[in-house]
């Protein structure tokens, strides 16, 4: 099995950066797509943005498209999502979120394994 832990979250000015990050342990994050994912209050998870097993395909949403990068790093077994020009609207708890699988995959329902999240509250 594999276990996720996000971290970087945090507080952050509208129009400001933040990086959040996702750890694997007991298996390698080689093994599998990746996935980010949010949830507002009053609203549905969300999948931000999606990378493939290899790395070498990846998804976002149109809502983040332009601001937003999903990455890899094979050698920390760490996946990271690099958030730019946030709005308020992106304030949520980030998931991580890992399948089998080559991916990458958009729907929640296609992952195996979660992380608890970590919050990431934009201030205007």
């Known amino acids: 099995q594999v276990r996720l832990a996000e971290s970087g979250g945090g507080l952050v000015q509208a129009g400001g950066s933040l990086s959040v990050s996702c750890a694997a342990s007991g298996r390698t994050v080689s093994s599998f797509a990746m996935g980010w994912f949010r949830q507002a209050p009053g609203k549905e998870r969300e999948c931000v943005a999606a990378?493939?097993?290899?790395?070498?395909?990846?998804y976002y949403a149109d809502s983040v498209k332009g601001r937003f990068t999903i990455s890899r790093d094979y050698a920390t077994n760490t996946v990271n999502l690099q958030m730019n020009s946030l709005k308020p609207e992106d304030t949520a708890v980030y998931y991580c979120a890992a399948d089998r699988n080559s991916g990458p995959f958009i729907k929640a329902t296609m992952y195996d394994y979660w992380g608890q999240g970590t919050q990431v509250t934009v201030s205007s």
């Open positions: 990378i493939s097993r290899s790395g070498g395909s990846t």
